[in-house]
């Protein structure tokens, strides 16, 4: 097992803490999460560039909580207007 040390802003540090993202299994898993969508981006856009991943927007990125819109239930429903 590796150590690492990171500096934060204060406050970002805090709400980490508060929401428990700080532990050792959550931040192992977060990390897991960004490296296999980093790497799927990658074989996507050797694919097709057209399939790249874009980045998350700004928000999102700086609060996964309120992803919402893509709960398990929701990422396979076809588009309303489809059928």
Known sequence: MATIQISLPRELAEEAATLGLLKSQVLAELLRDEIRRRTFSELFAQADPSL??????????QHPDRRSNRSPRNMHRPPKSCC
């Open 52 to 61: 790249r991943l874009s980045e998350p927007p700004a928000d999102e990125a």
